[in-house]
């Protein structure tokens, strides 16, 4: 720096310092709704500056210089037409795989310096190691997560001594770590042994895990993902990736347990219990379901002075939004006031409900939250739930036997009465029935959302 | 190179930063927030194109290439599902007030 020429080093890290500066500018914007969309954009172009001061600095042969810009090329053309096409409601799988791809990357920066053997100091290979273990599990297990989500994979397969199976792996795993490390130059097959067990590791914590708690593992995966990118920032002395890294490391961690929480259920819980396969035994629910016809819910609806609508999956699965929110629009016409109540777990994420509601154009001073709304349930003449099931169970309020006892409800059980759009008789996302539908004032309307939604427009506007 | 106690300290200031900037958010922005972390954490995108860039042996070659592929896809794929998302918020905030 001394006189007018500045080294590319040190111009290649202050564009290192901007951009880890607008990351965490972007993320502080992204934090609220009005600025959100500013936020991203400043993290993006933090994001765009590196890039382009690594590509043009890196000092790489025109060789390496073009399979880079190849796959720089195939892997973000892929990721911005596929993100570009999918649909609202599979935000949360395409969230996983992309988070998976991250974690990748950061174990193929790890493998690249094992098998380089450019490797330096016991510290430094232990840094790579743990970073490559952390990144082989996020990618294998993001990977799954999507796969469940997407329902290429339906079954949430579990064994006797599931758990033992993962120690070993684990224990294996280790082993091998130590065992690269303890010697002077690892041999490559002992290197691949590493990555496919961590690989392993990843998949089998991931498939006894079920659909409903998939929320948590994509967040916590994330949260990996940022550790292992923080980590193989040690080892590439690279500021802006142990800035990033170790940021979104933390603020993963913080909205994985936010999650956990709205859901009633420690991490531990999530990762090592068998959720939903043997916790159906909640007791017998009382009373029957009492289906109701379309046209009678519509009356009941239009002649409401206050009605609380609670959307949840099936909505999201239905692709239902549009329609909800036309349906909502009229009942404001015919001047009912008309809420949606969002439990923090509706969907299959925290704040998916109000993505979807966004897309429709809802305002959001006419959404909720559980500690705005719990309260109004009582004064409300109809609740109408839309694809919901465990958020409005009122066993988790009651039943001390029940598998979700102590989780926080919504209080539908307390409006006068109560509306539920759902496909079939079957239970919900955790597998145990809803004492909801029992209860006196509560009537079932059968039918997919969009269309139980379609023929309740029709009925409210015949019904004057 | 970092120092490996100032790397420590950039790694602690780093963690409270992520910390206290998810702490105060309102739970409706909980997926965009997680889906924009997730395109902050693309990043590793540079990291790997060093790591290729270095490469001498094709098996380096291979990994390297995978893992730029992998990188760009995180960063470009978070960007566009969060830009996406944050959209609607922008839609539903003008149509504020309307619905009463």
């Not at chain 2, 693309?42 to 291979?62: E, F, H, N, Q, S």
Request: contains cysteine; aromatic residues 6%; neutral net charge.
């Amino acid at each position: 720096m001394n006189g007018a020429v500045m080294s590319t080093q040190t111009l290649v890290q202050l564009s290192y310092l901007v951009a880890a500066f607008l990351f965490i500018v972007g993320l502080k914007r992204m934090s609220s709704p009005l600025t959100a969309v500013s936020g991203v954009r400043w993290a993006g172009i933090g994001m765009v500056l590196a890039t382009l001061v690594t590509l043009a600095f890196m000092g790489a042969s025109t060789f390496n210089l073009s399979l880079v810009i190849g796959a720089v090329v195939i892997g973000g053309g892929l990721a911005w037409v596929s993100g570009k096409r999918v649909a609202m409601t599979d935000m949360p799988q395409m969230i996983a795989l992309y988070n998976g791809m991250g974690g990748g990357a950061a174990a193929a920066i790890a493998a690249v310096e094992l098998y380089g053997g450019g490797s330096q100091s016991t510290a430094h290979l232990c840094i790579a190691l743990i970073g490559g273990f952390i990144g082989s599990v996020s990618f294998s297990g993001s990977l799954i997560a999507f796969g469940k989500l997407q329902g290429l994979i339906t079954k949430s397969i579990r064994f006797g001594g599931q758990k033992i199976v993962n120690l070993a792996i684990l224990v294996g795993t280790v082993a091998a770590g130590v065992a690269i490390v303890a010697g002077a130059h690892a041999p490559a097959p002992l290197i691949s042994a590493f990555f496919i067990l961590a690989l392993m590791l990843g998949v089998a914590m991931t498939l006894p895990i079920g659909g409903a708690d998939m929320p948590v593992v994509i967040s916590l995966y994330n949260a990996l993902t940022g550790l292992a990118v923080g980590f193989e920032g040690f080892v590439l002395d690279n500021a802006a990736m142990i800035i990033a890294g170790t940021v979104v490391g933390a603020a993963g961690t913080l909205l994985t347990q936010l999650m956990a929480k709205a859901m009633n259920r420690s991490l531990s819980n999530v990762l090592f219990s068998n959720f939903g396969e043997s916790g159906a035994a909640g007791g017998t629910v009382a009373g029957t379901q009492k289906p109701i016809e379309s046209s009678d819910a519509g009356v009941m609806l239009a002649y409401s002075q206050k009605v609380i609508v609670v959307p949840g999956y099936g909505m999201a699965v239905a692709q239902a939004q549009h329609k909800v929110w036309e349906l909502c629009q009229l009942l404001i016409e015919h001047g009912v006031q008309v809420r949606f109540a969002i439990h923090p777990v509706a969907g299959r994420m925290p704040g998916h409900m109000n993505v979807l509601l966004a897309e429709a154009g809802v305002p959001y001073d006419l959404i909720s939250d559980l500690d705005e709304i719990n309260a109004e349930f009582e004064t409300a003449d109809v609740t109408l739930i839309i694809g919901a099931n465990d958020v409005v169970n009122p066993d988790a309020r009651n039943n001390r036997q029940s598998p979700i006892f102590g989780m926080p409800i919504l209080n539908a059980d307390k409006s006068k009465n109560v509306i539920v759009i759902k496909r079939g008789q079957g239970q919900g996302f955790s597998g145990i029935d809803n004492a909801l539908f029992g209860l006196d004032q509560t009537r079932m309307l059968y039918g997919d959302a969009q269309s139980a939604a379609g023929q309740l427009i029709q009925a409210v506007k015949a019904a004057g | 190179m970092i120092d490996g106690v100032i790397a420590l300290y950039i790694f602690m200031l780093a963690a409270f930063t992520g910390y206290e900037v998810i702490s105060r958010v309102p739970v409706i922005l909980h997926t965009p927030l997680m889906s924009g972390s997730n395109f902050v954490h693309g990043i590793v995108l540079v990291g790997a194109m060093v790591a290729l860039a270095t490469a001498d042996t094709t098996l380096v070659r291979v990994i390297g290439s995978i893992g730029v592929f992998l990188a760009a896809g995180n960063a470009v794929g978070g960007y566009v599902v969060t830009e996406r998302m944050l959209q609607m918020f922008v839609a539903a905030g003008k149509n504020r007030g309307k619905g009463r």
